[in-house]
């Protein structure tokens, strides 16, 4: 360890006889290396620095414009129409120059100056190209001429092979969509949910709100929009994550799980070491910015890397009335909780990451440790799961300073936290489809005591090999999370992988130090914080009802070849399901990414619309089979137009909610935006985008199909449900409710939506025929 290292690389002793002076050549050669590294990773970081800042430009490209104006100069022609000259009488008299150096050091300030204004005219060109977006809005293989034009002109300006954050400073910020847009798309989305005088009172509502604050917050909100970089992030960020004093488990972290079908090794350590292993190799390309950026699939065009800085090394830390996201530069440890004992594993050592299998070797350590937990410390983790303004008390009073400081600071700065739970957990059993909801279950709120749900993530490995994580929300959504985990899955597989005996490949050095076990002094009085939390936290996951399904009679390519969108058709599915659950329609939230602009997150995208009611009506009314194909079709045009409209910036919901912001802090008060954002969402859903698929060869190995994952229900009667298209031919589900809710169940609704899915392509397909009876439960 680092700081053992430190202690006993001097040592003295004083005597009669002097002072005796010991120096450790092992230690200091342990901190020699680990300050090389600390080097390399600063140069790495400059030199990225210089490759950025030149984009869409080279830093070689400084080196030509030098030359081709010192050549044209020697020809005895004047490129800069006498500016080097003017540049040569302004050089400060204490430079003792020739007249020939003067010349050479103005032609080299000029050729700089070129260069910096040629970077800044091709950024600028760029930013204007990528604020273009009509064409996400023209059908599908019929491009316009002025698209064709766009696209080229995009791909020659990021032709270049650029870094992870190269294009942040090309991308246009998000625009304040016109109030009047954003109202009249607004009535138009609760038509279908409001009878006829609730409808006009909130037509009403509208109208005042408009025509006496509505253009004063604008005002304000464009001022905004202005200055800084996103109008709408950094409030979304603070007001609905980090201000929310309610318990983070459930409520807003999420899951990640598994393979489906395969455990890689039922070796815990094993997996632990891998698994560990592939996330640091991740988090080194990040640092290095060697990952692609992200792009729209299909295309060049980039999306915003932002939530990527704050993967690793990042805590939520609570506060009695707004939490902090503290990130730090660097950590070269994780912290492990196993059987109610927190440790500090070190995973870098004289410079170096420790293989997967000195991980390995260093995980089957903690799991051999006989040692009991200290008083306090098992369920310490409840604290991270209660209601934050407790946490933030204790913590304040009993962890600022001693050994508690000492060992929570282990827990925060570490780059991640790492579980070894005691359960086995996965599809494997009796009982298949219970045992995937318990799993989902346990990823999702585990014991409440055993993840440390501050972390940005925590990796859960079981006892049986399997693994998942929960994943914090504020600091980034899910996509990006979902693209480390397929990298951390796909590396720990094919690229790590496992001898025969199911160990990790590679030496070991055995004389690497134990992992440090975590002291703590924790009083009566945390106990009994403890204890509270602890109660809150597990009411809390008690009320979770989570069913967890693989839907394969079809995926995306049967739904792609009646040319339809497989994300509107899975939402078609959804609104007709809940129909028959409930009877009625709802309020329904479907996630969409604003990162074409940046430091863009989500926009809410209104799936319940006039369109979706009249189809489901007309199919659950017995209608014309061909007059319900061309609702169904229509219904699927009007989502794929409000989706494009949410990515391009106007969507509906964050704009309101920024306006309330605005409200808030003029201190007036507006009926109508008080009641949009009291607004309950009763269907929350969320498509996993497959970001990776070249990591997985689904063909030849459709055994290594992923479950995506899912979160808790966003409503206390209402449903969340996450699902996630996998190849050609799966779609897999997770939904979950509350128990306390007599009228919503997880299993019912699931059962609901797989007989939807079915019915939606009967219609569209004469020829398709169900084979097996649509019972979710029997699915897999």
Request: charged content about 20%.
């Amino acid at each position: 360890m680092a700081e053992a290292h430190q202690a006993v690389a001097f040592q003295f002793t004083i005597s009669p006889e002097g002072i005796n002076l010991h120096l450790s050549y092992q230690a200091l050669n342990q901190i020699y290396l680990s300050g090389l590294r600390s080097w390399k990773k600063r140069i790495s970081r400059i030199k990225n620095r210089i490759i950025k800042g030149a984009y869409p430009a080279s830093p070689s490209s400084w080196l030509f414009i030098v030359i081709a104006i010192l050549a044209t100069m020697y020809m005895q022609s004047d490129p800069s129409m006498g500016l080097i000259a003017k540049i040569q009488e302004h050089l400060p008299l204490s430079l003792s120059l020739s007249p020939q150096g003067q010349t050479m050091l103005s032609a080299l300030l000029f050729s700089t100056l070129l260069w910096m204004s040629l970077i800044l005219t091709l950024r600028f060109c760029l930013k204007l190209l990528l604020s273009y977006h009509r064409w996400m809005f023209e059908q599908h293989g019929h491009m316009s001429t002025k698209t064709k034009v766009w696209a080229t002109l995009v791909k020659l300006l990021s032709s270049r092979k650029p870094l992870l954050y190269s294009y942040q400073t090309s991308l246009p910020h998000l625009p304040v969509p016109p109030i009047k847009d954003t109202l009249e798309r607004y009535l138009e989305s609760v038509k279908p949910l409001l009878d006829l005088d609730g409808f006009q009172r909130m037509r009403r509502l509208t109208s005042e709100f408009e025509k006496s604050l509505g253009n004063r917050l604008q005002r304000y909100l464009r001022l905004k929009a202005l200055w800084a970089t996103n109008y709408v992030s950094d409030w979304w960020e603070e007001y609905v994550y980090l201000r929310s004093r309610s318990p983070i488990m459930v409520n807003s972290n999420y899951y990640g799980m598994d393979f489906l079908y395969v455990t890689p090794t039922p070796n815990q350590a094993a997996r632990a070491g891998n698994t560990i292993t592939a996330l640091f190799l991740y988090r080194r390309k990040v640092n290095r910015e060697e990952l692609n950026p992200s792009r729209i699939p299909g295309t060049v065009i980039p999306l915003c890397a932002a939530q990527c800085e704050r993967m690793f090394n990042t805590t939520r830390t609570p506060g009695e009335e707004t939490d902090v996201l503290q990130h730090w530069q660097d950590s070269e440890f994780v912290a492990v909780y196993h059987r109610g004992r927190y440790f500090r594993l070190w995973v870098y050592r004289a410079g170096r990451l420790l293989s997967p299998r000195e991980i390995q070797f260093q995980i089957q350590r903690i799991l051999d440790d006989p040692s009991p937990p200290s008083p306090g410390e098992e369920k310490l983790g409840a604290l991270t799961a209660g209601n934050r303004t407790p946490w933030a008390r204790v913590r304040k009073q009993f962890f600022s300073s001693g050994v508690n400081k000492q060992s929570l600071d282990c827990i925060e700065k570490a780059a991640f936290f790492v579980t070894l739970d005691d359960q086995a957990e996965g599809m494997k059993g009796e009982n298949p489809s219970e045992n995937l909801d318990r799993y989902a279950k346990s990823l999702l709120h585990g014991k409440c005591y055993d993840r440390w749900f501050d972390k940005s993530f925590s990796v859960v490995v079981y006892k049986n090999g399997k693994n998942g994580l929960n994943a914090e929300h504020s600091w980034a959504d899910a996509p990006i999370v979902a693209h480390l985990w397929e990298f951390t899955l796909a590396t720990d597989t094919f690229h790590l992988g496992y001898n025969s005996d199911g160990n990790c490949r590679g030496d070991v050095d055995h004389s690497l130090p134990h992992p440090q076990r975590l002291s703590w002094d924790i009083p009566f009085e945390v106990q009994t914080q403890i204890s509270e939390s602890l109660a809150v936290a597990q009411a809390l996951a008690d009320e979770v009802d989570c069913h967890v399904f693989p839907f394969r009679k079809f995926g995306k390519g049967l739904i792609k070849k009646m040319k339809l969108s497989p994300d509107s058709f899975v939402q078609l599915a959804l609104q007709l399901a809940y129909y028959r659950d409930r009877g009625t329609f709802c309020l329904t939230y479907e996630a969409s990414m604003t990162r074409l602009f940046r430091e863009g997150r989500t926009e809410t995208v209104r799936s319940c619309s006039n369109e979706s009611c009249a189809f489901v009506l007309a199919l659950e009314g017995g209608e014309d089979r061909e007059q319900c194909r061309k609702l169904l079709r229509k219904t699927a045009e009007k989502h794929q137009n409000l989706y494009r409209l949410a990515m391009t910036g106007s969507g509906i919901d964050r704009h309101l909610f920024c306006l309330y912001v605005v409200s808030k802090y003029l201190g007036v008060e507006s009926p109508f935006l008080k009641e949009v954002l009291s607004e309950p969402w009763r269907l929350s859903t969320s498509q996993t985008p497959v970001q990776q698929m070249e990591l997985f060869d689904l063909v030849n190995h459709p055994e290594f199909i992923s479950l995506g994952g899912g979160f808790g229900p966003v409503a206390d009667d209402g449903y969340g449900v996450s699902y996630i298209i996998m190849g050609e031919d799966m779609i897999n589900f997770h939904v979950s409710c509350k128990h306390s809710c007599k009228e919503t169940d997880s299993h019912k609704f699931g059962c609901q939506v797989s007989q939807a899915m079915v019915d939606l392509m009967t219609l569209l397909n004469p020829d398709f025929r169900d084979t097996t009876e649509a019972n979710s439960d029997e699915q897999t």
